[in-house]
Structure formats: C-alpha cells, structure tokens
C-alpha cells in the first residue's frame, strides 16, 4: 500500500499533491548582486526562541513533502514545482550555521542537486510551457547558498541548465515573460554559484565560462546568442565585483577573439537591451586590449568582412575597435592588413587609411609603418627591393624640398605603380600627388601619366580621386607641348570614369578629357577622332547630372568635343544646351550611328541617378525613330531592359518608360501586320 504524505495543517496538498502557495515568476528587475534567499512567509513579530521553533517546523514540513515526492517514480508538474519549492523553502534559513549545516547535510545525502538535474533533463527543449526550469534554477541557486552542491556536481548541473534553456525554440515562439524570467533566474543563479563558491584562485567562474564558451561554438546561431549574453552579464557582474583580476584570464584563450567577434555582431543586429549588455561586454574588451585581443589577423578579418557588408550601424564601432588594435600592436596590424587581406579590395583600402590618420597623429605608429615599408618579408611577398618599397616611407613624412626630390625617382615610382596591392598603391598616388602640384617635379613624372591611369583598372573611388588629380595636376604644369606624348592614350583611359560614382570623379575626369583634346595637334587628331566620338552620349547624359559644377564641365566640353570634329550644328547646340536639339543631332548622322548610339545608351538605365535614367530613356525612345526597324530579339532586349523602369521611384521616368515600351511593342507587331496586308492583296 502506497504510503501517505506526511501530516499536514494543508490538507489540500496531502490530498492531490499539488503545491499550495504557487508563485508566478517576479516582476522583471535588474540584475546585480545576489541577495542571499530568505523566509518570505512569516511577517509576525516572535521572540527570538519561537521564531527559531517556527523555522524548524516549517523547513521539517518541507523536508517531509521532499523525502514522500523523491519516493515517487513519475512526477507530474505538479509534483516537480511542489519540490523544486519545497528545496527553496529549506534553505531559506538564518544565519545559524547549525541549522545551515543541518540542512546541506539533508540535501547531501538525498541527492538533491542530482534530482534537480534529472528535471531538467526531463524538460523538452521543443517547448516553454511551464515554470519548471525557472524554479530549478531557484531551486540551485538556494542549494548553493547552503553549500549544498559538491564541486564535481557544478558543472554536469550547469550543462543540463544551459541545454534546458539555449536549446529553445527563438524567443518569438515562446511565452516571453516566462522566458525572461528563466533567463533572469539562470543570470542570478551563476552568480550565487560564483558567490557561494568563490576562492581565492576563482576556479568556480572559471568552470562556469568555459561551459558557457563551448555553446557560443555551436552552428546553432539562437543557442551562441544566448550563450554569449550568459558571457556578457557575468562580466559586468565580476567587474562591478571584488574580482580584482581581468575578467579574460578566465576565459580560455581560444575563445575570447569569438566572443569579440559575437559581442561586435550583436551590438549591430540585435535588440536595445541586448545592444547595451554588448556595449558593456565590449567596453571591457576595450580597457583590456592586450589579453583580450591576441589574435590579430582574426579580428582584422572579421573587421574587415563587416566593413564590406551593406550595413553601415555597426562602422563606427568597428573603427574604435580598429583604432586600439593598431595603438596597441601596431606592427602586426599593419602587417596584417598588407598580407592577410585581400590586396586589390576597397575594404582594405579603407583600413590602411585608416592606420594613415591614426600615424599622422602619433610618431611610434609613424615610425613602426616606415619600419615595416623596409622589411625584407613583405618586400619578398610583393617583389620589390627594400630600396624601392623603402622610397614610400617618404609620402609619409613632412614633403621637404630635400624629401621630394628624394622621392622624385621615374624608374623606381614605376615599378611601384605595377604592384597589386592597393594599400601600397595608394601610397605611391599619394607620393605622386606631392610631386604633380610641383612644376618643377611635374614635368619628372610625365611619362608616367599612363601607368598612373592604368591603375584605374581597381575600379576603387580613392585610387581613382588620385589619378584625376595627378593627370590634371602634370597636364596644367607641363604644358600642351609636353604632355602631347600621351594625349591619345590618356583619352581613352579617361571615358569610363565620366560615369563614375564618385562626382569629383566624374567631374575631374571630364576636365581633363577636355583638356587633352585641346592639347592634341593635327597628327593625333586622326587617332582621337574615334574616342571623342564615343565621348559625346556620356556628355550629352552628364549634363543632366545632379551635381551642377559636373553638368557644367560635361557641357563645356561637349563644345569642345564639337570643335574638335569640327561638327557646326552640334556645336551651336551645345552652346545653347539645347538637350532635344543635341540628341537630334546625333541621331540625324545615319541609321548605323543613330542604332549604336542607342546600344550605348542602354547601361544608363541603371544609373543611381534619376534624371539620367530619364535622359537615357528619351533618348531611346528618339534612337527608336531614326535607327529604322529592330529585330524582334533587338526589340526583347530593350523591352527587358526598360522594364525595371516602369516601377521607378520617379512619376517621370516611369511615364517616358511606359511610352517607349509601347513603342517597341507597336514595331513587333508591325512585321505581322504587313504579311497579313500582302496575304488579303494576294490576286484570286
């Protein structure tokens, strides 16, 4: 016969086993220091002797319910609250050290810590749906205070918790407020662990985040979050506390560059209270940089990849994050950045640059980066000689006339300008850069206008700004006799920046465009006649630019271009900036150049601006007319590539798109309208 609970004033437990006084999780609160758990349940004023006989009846009722449920093989959840309570309600003693002992030695020796572990075991991590894992987390925390719980317990019972709780399903599809609080009995209870067992080497929160760290490597993306934030909340927990020692010399060297790396991702992606416990964490990183950032080129790295991506939120503290990790060990970074990313990136750029700013303002970054420009490794990896890779450590340093002579070396800035490494490169434009603005040295680097436009090939805004300028700079020093060398090459490496996306770009490039064409003499012209044709349709474009001072160049220099062919009517348009009249101009020529002009036109239609999308789309639509009939696969393409238009952001292009789709889809039908017309005239 199965024995019957113990006698209690409570019937209705004795009765159905279920718990009396349930007690819904606590409002939310802060964490910060554990309180020790005490007695919530007596408010009366007794002497001190009955308060001591009050306690122990009350603890022996509980103990009672403890020893009749652990003789129970299946428990309900019910049952499991009424115990996991009951383990609370004993250990929320006094002080007096006898009762304490008392009842650690009750818990001892009936495996509670064990039992509490197999509950949550039991629990499905598929589902929240009742507060069993909240009040097992309780139900530690107050075996701790007792030293209830033997060393070799603490970490099989801190991986059950941590799997009852990061396995969940994603906090959108369980009942949030019992999952906070869970989360926020987890936080209380590690600290209480940490408080409970804390010595002088602190091994306990040592063990604690080397469990933790093992969930933050899982490929489970939900469980490293929730491993992390653990992480995060007992740092500001031990660094508000009286642990003296840095919070990283617990966590195993392996993993702290990972927790850098997550802790920086959260603080882009994830929720506002997640955000500040991140920022937290990072500040802590920040003030410790030389145990915390060990792994140089991983953090680079991750740098790096997040620099690149769309997202700009997270840019700013990337930089800081940057900033001490080149103040702190300047030569691997700087190293780093020229061998381990990538050569020919913009990132990449973006970095060095950065390092740049950072030397400008402090001579050991200065005088470490001129130290690693002469390494005999990197200029073996780059195959230069450190006499060559040693002349750049002068675009660095104040531009004396001595310095700039010194730089001012043809041979060797050639040579530099073929390296495949865009941080090294920008540092040759730089140098090449101080040496155009002076005529004297201009007129030294002339012949390497070419080569300075070649590297153009990178398609990077920053290289390309530099090259603008050099070309401009040499061309307005040297003057038109000496820059006709290189007129006809650099004319045409100067087309595809017209549409550039930078507008200094655009505008320095068409300057200069114009300015070749007026240095070029009668036996150049025959070669150039060919690209200033194809300069026209970019012109015409540009000068519906939305930056004024590019629509403004584009048109000047479609006159010129006009009184380079020596083309009257284009000219007079142009001057008059008659836009319709221009593009009628063009299109007047013959059906040949009227239908390449219009296959020209076509990648404008991707142009970031509006009203360039609106000029190509007219201009289309008027190619349409003069180029004669299309084929039904030349009209398809166009069709295909006006049709992202008739959803455009702007009423006008979408309307002028509209119509010259209608257009193109009237000339399809027109080749079935004129067999049909000749098979009605067929003679009976």
């Given amino acids: 016969m199965e024995e019957r609970p113990p006698s209690s004033p409570r019937v209705a437990w004795e009765e159905s086993g279920a718990p009396q006084e349930r007690r819904s999780p606590p409002e939310p609160y802060e964490v910060t ?77 009936n495996n509670l810590a064990e039992k509490v572990k197999e509950l949550l075991e039991d629990e499905p991590v598929d589902q929240l749906c009742t507060a069993v894992r909240y009040q097992a987390m309780l139900a530690i925390a107050a075996l701790s205070e007792v030293k209830a719980i033997a060393q070799e317990e603490i970490l099989p019972l801190l991986n059950a918790c941590f799997k009852a709780v990061f396995y969940l399903p994603p906090e959108e599809d369980l009942d949030i407020h019992l999952y906070s609080h869970t989360l926020r009995a987890m936080d209380s209870m590690l600290q209480m662990l940490l408080l409970s067992h804390c010595t002088s080497s602190n091994e306990e929160l ?54 850098i790396c997550m802790t920086l991702e959260a603080i882009g992606e994830c929720s506002a209270e997640d955000r500040e416990w991140a920022s937290l964490m990072l500040d802590v990183v920040l003030r410790d940089p030389v145990s915390w950032m060990m792994d140089v080129p991983e953090i680079l790295e991750f740098i790096w990849r997040n ?38 990136d913009s990132t990449t750029l973006d970095i060095w640059k950065r390092m740049l700013s950072l030397a400008e303002n402090s001579e050991c970054i200065l005088d470490v980066l001129c130290s690693v420009l ?21 675009t660095l340093i104040h531009p004396t006339e001595e310095n700039l002579q010194e730089l001012c070396k043809p041979a060797l800035l050639q040579r530099l300008l073929k390296i495949e490494s865009l941080p090294l490169l920008w540092l040759v434009l730089r140098g090449l850069v101080l040496l155009s603005e002076r005529p004297e040295t201009a007129i030294g680097i002339r012949d390497l206008l070419p080569d300075v436009m070649e ?17 401009r700079n040499v061309m307005t020093h040297v003057g038109k006799r000496e820059a006709r060398p290189i007129v006809v090459e650099l004319a045409e490496k100067l087309l595809p920046l017209f549409s550039h996306v930078s507008s200094e770009v655009r505008e320095g490039s068409i300057l200069l465009f114009k300015d070749v064409m007026e240095a070029a003499v009668w036996w150049q012209k025959r070669n150039m006649r060919k690209t200033v044709h194809r300069g026209l349709l970019p012109l015409l474009f540009q000068m519906s630019d939305e930056t004024p001072s590019v629509a403004e160049a584009s048109g000047e220099a479609l006159v010129r271009c006009a009184k380079f062919l020596r083309w009257k009517e284009l000219k007079r348009q142009a001057k008059r900036k008659g836009k319709m009249e221009i593009k009628e101009c063009l299109l007047r020529q013959d059906r040949q150049t009227a239908n390449e002009y219009l296959w020209l036109s076509l990648p ?69 309208r004129r067999r049909f017309k000749g098979l009605c005239c067929w003679p009976c």
């Fill in 33 to 109: 220091e554990v309180q020790p758990l005490r007695a919530d349940a007596d408010s009366l004023s007794l002497s001190e002797e009955e308060e001591d006989e009050e306690i122990g009846e009350y603890e022996k009722a509980a103990m009672d319910k403890i020893a009749y449920i652990l003789k129970i093989t299946e428990k309900n959840e019910a049952l499991k609250m009424v115990f996991l309570e009951s383990v609370c309600t004993i250990c929320r003693g006094d002080d007096n050290t006898g009762l304490c002992d008392r009842v650690a030695l009750f818990c001892r020796e």
């Fill in 206 to 259: 040592r063990n604690i985040l080397e469990v933790l760290t093992r969930f933050t490597s899982t490929q489970n993306k939900t469980v490293q979050a929730r491993a992390l934030n653990r992480i995060w909340k007992l740092s500001y927990f031990v660094t508000r506390g009286f642990w003296q020692e840095s919070f990283a010399k617990f966590v195993p060297p392996s993993q702290r560059t990972n927790i």
């Fill in 307 to 344: 620099l690149g991506s769309n997202s700009t939120s997270l840019q700013p503290t990337l930089y800081t994050v940057l900033d001490v990790l080149t103040n702190q060990f300047p030569r691997d970074v700087l190293i780093s950045v020229l061998t381990d990313l990538p050569h020919s």
């Fill in 374 to 394: 002469q390494d005999q490794e990197l200029c073996g990896i780059f195959n230069v000689t450190t006499a060559e890779l040693g002349l750049l450590r002068l």
């Fill in 455 to 471: 590297t153009l090939r990178f398609a990077n805004t920053s290289i390309a700004l530099k090259a603008s300028k050099i070309s």
């Fill in 604 to 672: 404008y239609l991707q142009n970031s601006q509006a009203s360039l999308r609106y000029e190509a789309v007219e201009f289309i639509g008027l190619a349409l007319q003069h180029s004669g009939h299309q084929s039904r696969e030349k009209l398809n393409v166009i069709c295909s590539a006006l049709q992202p238009l008739r959803g455009d952001a702007h009423p006008a292009v979408r309307s002028v798109a509209t119509g010259v789709i209608q257009k193109c889809q009237g000339q399809k039908a027109e080749p079935t």
